[in-house]
């Protein structure tokens, strides 16, 4: 990375390089959840509003990391996702112009929604079972300077016959955009798993465990307003998941004590995101970028198994407001930056009496029954407040991207909300990314 720092000052290099990455989204203080920015541009905008193709045509986008399902799920994690600050995972594709019309395709982007939604329920979903090998599709035209359209079209499907594991998912994401105002509607097709043969106490009868996709899609759009931008989205959701294996809800695998659940849940989320956010030109090199939203989410959970038969609702809302700079400090080098605090917020968790496991830890404040370990009752988000840095070096048409300060202290990566920040040449950047405009 020094060497990199030190060639890329001699380099003979363009101003007009384009950034555009997770590690930018991130650096400016942005949730990889939404796919990409909901008031600045953004290439991951592409998987949010596949119009914004138009704005990152000719070009390659490399995002470095491991090769995909590497990452083993976790137990009762309502954000579990292949992809992760510590271990990104990697994908890339190209995006081509040919008169009006633009084009591309594009491997390994995992949705974070679709792994969301297969991991609520504690599905016993290892890496056989989550998204993998996704391809996607694009196609889009500009019928005028005030009217963009574009099309993605997803696909996903893996199976491991030792392990009776199959999962299969598909997509299709309608976008528009004009100069002030854009929309979309993302449509799941597609979205299904199941396991068998994992049980270890029992191999003799594994049981299986299933999650179908019943319907799920996301409705959004933006409006500049001139001082912000207004946008928004409601999405929703809805799955049911049967778990027939003995351990499949377990902590560990030969907790059978207190946390098993067996028979068939239903899943219904509703998600909406308000907000404004705004770019300010401060000068010709510096951009100071500014968001406040407002975000709400209710789940409702049924489980209609042996085991256990109750509903549980998991809400919980919150009023982020974010504050971030960009500044091209050389022509060759551009930082970035954000802090991010919830103004407030509230989780708010409810279970039927049966759903409450009498063998748990900490009986009856925790329901690893159906849900996880997701705590009754009301309470705020703890320590929202998170700040985080980038940086872009520039070779001409080519940048590289990533996010700085994640080192741990003891030379190895963090993620973005628990690293000590300590930059260090020695492990300078994380989630590196490669753009090159042609």
Do not use: C
């Amino acid at each position: 990375m020094k060497k990199i720092i030190a060639l890329s000052a001699l380099a003979v290099l363009a101003s007009s390089t384009a950034e555009a990455s997770k590690a930018r989204l991130l650096a400016l203080g942005e949730n990889l959840e939404t796919a990409g920015s909901l008031y600045f541009s953004d290439n991951r905008n592409i998987f949010q509003n596949a119009a914004f193709i138009h704005e990152y045509k000719d070009a390659v986008y490399l995002e470095w990391g491991a090769q995909g399902g590497q990452n083993a799920p976790v137990f009762g994690q309502l954000n579990n996702k292949a992809d992760t600050d510590t271990q990104p995972q990697a994908e890339g594709g190209f995006l081509k112009s040919h008169g009006k019309f633009v084009y591309g395709l594009y491997f390994g982007a995992e949705s974070y929604i679709t792994h969301e939604a297969r991991s609520y329920l504690r599905l016993r979903n290892s890496t056989k079972t989550h998204q993998d090998n996704q391809v996607d599709a694009f196609f889009g035209a500009a019928e005028s300077d005030d009217f963009k359209w574009g099309v993605n079209v997803t696909y996903s499907k893996t199976k491991e016959d030792a392990d009776k594991a199959e999962q299969q998912s598909a997509s299709v994401r309608l976008g528009v955009m004009g100069k002030k105002w854009e929309g979309y509607a993302n449509v799941a097709v597609l979205n299904k798993s199941e396991i068998g043969a994992i049980n270890p106490l029992n191999p003799t009868n594994p049981g299986k465990d299933e999650f179908e996709g019943k319907r799920g899609w996301e409705l959004g759009g933006s409006y500049d307003l001139g001082f912000a931008k207004a946008f928004g989205y409601w999405r929703h959701g809805v799955w049911e998941q049967d778990t027939d294996s003995l351990t499949a809800t377990g902590a560990t695998p030969d907790d059978v004590t207190g946390a098993v659940y067996r028979g068939k849940t239903e899943f219904d989320t509703n998600r909406i995101r308000l907000g404004l956010g705004r770019e300010a030109q401060l000068n010709e090199r510096t951009t100071l970028f500014s968001k406040v939203e407002y975000v709400m989410t209710n789940r409702e959970v049924k489980a209609k198994g042996g085991s256990a038969r109750g509903k549980a609702n998991i809400d919980d809302y919150y009023v982020p407001l974010t504050i971030g700079l960009e500044h091209d400090a050389t022509s060759w080098l551009t930082l970035r930056g954000s802090v991010t605090q919830y103004l407030v917020s509230q989780q708010d968790n409810s279970y039927s009496s049966a759903l409450l496991a009498s063998n748990s830890p900490n009986p009856p404040h925790i329901s690893p029954m159906v849900t996880g370990n997701y705590p009754k009752g009301k309470r705020s988000f703890a320590n929202s407040t998170n700040v985080n840095a980038g940086l872009t070096l520039k070779f001409g048409d080519l940048s590289i991207d990533g996010v700085i300060g994640t080192s741990t202290g003891a030379g190895a990566i963090g993620d973005t909300k628990s690293e000590k920040g300590v930059l260090s040449l020695d492990n300078l950047a994380s989630r590196v990314a490669m753009t090159y405009r042609f």
